[in-house]
């Protein structure tokens, strides 16, 4: 069974930029949640889609957005970038997002800002 | 508020037993999670804990006791692959869809 794909695995944009990054979740998975992780703040969680609808989100600015397409792949969005935006973004899939579901990671998209 | 904490790093030696621990205060807390993390890798899940007690998966092994807001995570037999960062990660009741909350991660060294 194919694990989570992302992609790209690297980005180098400028300040002011946006761009999007794209995650395949596992076959049968329906949920995808989003991470960002820095050395500064750890892994932090950006928002979770089920069934191409935004069922949570975490305290990050509205220059952060995503979608969910009906095959449960799913792209995050960043705006007018900044030099703080830099980092790993992950991406997990799990079964439904219950608590007691692993959620599976790709191998992440690392984003530089210059 | 809420907090995970656990201990920065661990280092040891090959053969040996590894404990690490994670205190949270969060509210409406559902179940405590343990991932590891190589160094350019993604997280992979190893554990998850709902009830009080252990659960045990090879090498692995992982405790909760919800009355003291306290869990580990026990690495036998370490090996030289098991050198990698440790997050417990809690789940809560009110948000839980898809949200974990990391702790800041566990650094084991393992030496020969």
């Known amino acids: 069974k194919a694990g989570v794909t992302q992609t790209p695995r690297y980005l180098i944009k400028t300040r002011g930029q946006q761009v999007t990054l794209s995650c395949s979740p596992i076959?049968?998975?329906?949920?995808v949640s989003w991470y960002q992780q820095t050395p500064g703040q750890g892994l932090q969680f950006l928002f979770e889609?089920?069934?191409?609808?935004?069922?949570n989100k975490g305290n990050f600015p509205g220059r952060f957005s995503g979608r969910q397409f009906s095959n449960s792949r799913s792209e995050m969005n960043v705006s007018t970038l900044e030099l703080g935006d830099s980092a790993l973004y992950l991406c997990a899939s799990s079964l439904l997002g219950r608590e007691n579901q692993p959620q599976h990671f790709g191998d992440g998209t690392r984003l530089s800002i210059l | 508020g809420q907090s995970l904490e656990q201990p920065s790093e661990v280092t040891a030696v090959e053969g040996a037993i590894v404990q690490i621990n994670c205190t949270y205060q969060t509210s409406g807390f559902y179940g405590l999670s343990w991932y590891q993390q190589h160094d350019g890798g993604a997280p992979t899940f190893l554990s998850y804990n709902g009830l009080d007690g252990l659960e045990e998966t090879g090498r692995f092994s992982s405790f909760l006791s919800r009355s003291d807001s306290y869990g580990y995570l026990l690495l036998q037999e370490l090996q030289m692959k098991d050198s990698a960062s440790y997050f417990c990660a809690v789940a809560r009741m009110a948000d839980s869809w898809g949200k974990l909350q990391f702790g800041a991660g566990t650094q084991v060294v393992v030496t020969p």
């Open positions: 889609y089920f069934s191409e609808t935004q069922r």
């Open positions: 076959s049968g998975h329906r949920s």
